[in-house]
């Protein structure tokens, strides 16, 4: 049945249904209702992955995280349900998983980073069992809380890839609220952190904060540290370090693994590619270095922002725009600043709100030191950002307040 799609040209294609892609359809509907448009989506549920840090924190109902698929793809456009295994922009046609094609005036690559467990040898073995879990996956969240509820002592390992990862603080935010439950609880647990890089966060004014919420706790950083191998029987994590490459174990009670992440391998081996795998696309407009009539959004993209949904509801506006605009013949001028943002649960009822920008730019969209881990951040991390998320999905993007704001005032006393 799908041979004989290349006969139809969609004015817009969009392969990814997630964060980004449903946001750019429903925001193209919005300003252009008679748009033909595609989507290639293969997934009969959406997540709302932000929060599956609250449900390794047992702050958060898994089940609220999950929606039907068919709730965010418009009315109006196609729903071709199965994966983009190709790209041939010199045709301007996506290869699909049974080998059919699919033709586009203007193609939108939204299609999200890709999760690479087996790259740590014995992960997958061991995942949700043995006290190895990681907030990564939604059916493995809820084992990461039974994990931090049932342990009575030892230690305790969180793990972090080298970059580029999706929410690259997803992997401390569960670290601050096991240790904080175990702190409430009188657990003499021996929390460590072990990222692969050399510090808390990329960006120093707040990497200086989370070394402080870190002594707070009483946790262990070890950084340098590379995740390469796990053995959940016999409870050992084998990490290497340094330029040569050296191994080190250590024994573990329960562990949160985050798993080495990179562009998605039909992306990878595509002419859309850079170097690295990722879509290549101009880091203010996201279109392509090459291909006019390509953009990209979200986790796949080249652009030097930090990976998350905050980051995409930034990009979507941008995006929609630069492409209504090569709809209508005109220059695309509107241009995508790098903002980002990241609530690091620093405990549970309190969030440190880092919002930053290209080049390390402080952007908060409220005029309060973002150092400060705050209760009113919770309750947005709770309760507003998910509401703000599922509507993001048809297109409707929310209040945007963030600007760059100067801090210099010394640190002060955080309380996590
Ligand atoms: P996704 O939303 O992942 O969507 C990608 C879509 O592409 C999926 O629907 C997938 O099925 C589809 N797809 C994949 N391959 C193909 C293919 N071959 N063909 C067609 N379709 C395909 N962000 C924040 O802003 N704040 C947070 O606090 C936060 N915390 C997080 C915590 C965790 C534990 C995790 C995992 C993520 C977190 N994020 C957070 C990151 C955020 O969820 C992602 O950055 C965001 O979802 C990216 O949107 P996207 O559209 O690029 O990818």
């Not at 193609?107 to 879990?133: C, F, M, Y």
């Not at 966060?201 to 796990?230: C, E, K, R």
């Not at 850079?274 to 090459?290: F, I, P, Q, T, Y």
């Not at 001028?333 to 980002?340: F, K, P, Q």
Request: overall charge positive; hydrophobic content about 40%.
């Amino acid at each position: 049945m799908t041979n004989d799609i290349t006969t139809h040209k969609y004015r817009v294609v969009i392969i990814g249904g997630g964060a980004g892609g449903a946001s750019v359809a429903g925001r193209l509907l919005d300003h252009r209702a008679d748009l033909d448009i595609a989507i290639v989506e293969p997934s009969e549920y959406h997540y709302y992955q932000p929060a599956w840090t609250l449900v390794g924190g047992g702050a958060y109902d898994s089940k609220a995280t999950r929606r039907a698929e068919a709730d965010f793809i418009p009315k109006q456009a196609k729903w071709i349900k199965q994966r983009a295994q190709g790209f041939e922009p010199e045709l301007n046609q996506v290869v699909l998983e049974d080998g059919s094609r699919i033709a586009y005036e203007y193609l939108v690559v939204a299609a999200g980073i890709q999760l690479d467990w087996t790259k740590i040898e014995g992960l997958e073995a061991t995942l949700g069992k043995n006290g190895v879990s990681s907030n990564y996956r939604y059916d493995l969240a809820p084992y990461t809380w039974e994990c931090i509820r049932k342990l009575r002592g030892g230690r305790a390992l969180f793990t972090q890839p080298p970059m580029p990862i999706k929410c690259a603080g997803a992997p401390q935010k569960i670290l601050y609220l096991a240790a904080d439950h175990f702190r409430r609880n009188g657990i003499k647990a021996e929390v460590h952190f072990l990222p692969a890089g050399p510090s808390m966060f990329g960006v120093p004014f707040y990497s200086d904060a989370l070394d402080q919420i870190m002594a707070a706790y009483g946790a262990t950083p070890n950084f340098g540290h590379n995740l390469v191998a796990v053995d959940g029987p016999h409870k050992k994590a084998t990490f290497e370090i340094g330029a040569e490459k050296k191994h080190v174990s250590f024994d573990f009670e329960m562990m949160h693994v985050v798993p080495p992440q990179s562009a998605p391998d039909f992306i990878k081996s595509s002419p859309l590619a850079n170097e690295a795998g990722w879509v290549a696309v101009d880091k203010n407009s996201l279109r392509h270095d090459k291909y006019a009539n390509v953009f990209a959004v979200g986790d796949c993209t080249s652009a030097p922002n930090s990976k998350t949904a905050a980051a995409v509801r930034a990009q979507v506006p941008v995006l929609v725009s630069n492409l209504l605009a090569a709809l209508n013949g005109k220059p695309a001028t509107a241009a995508y600043d790098g903002y980002a943002s990241c609530p690091l649960t620093t405990s549970r009822g309190k969030v440190l709100l880092a919002e930053f920008a290209y080049g390390g730019a402080i952007t908060p969209s409220f005029a309060l030191d973002p150092r400060i881990p705050r209760r009113m951040y919770w309750w947005i991390k709770k309760f507003f950002l998910p509401r703000l998320y599922w509507r993001m999905l048809s297109g409707h993007m929310g209040p945007d307040w963030h600007a760059e704001r100067k801090f210099k005032k010394p640190l002060p006393t955080l309380v996590p």
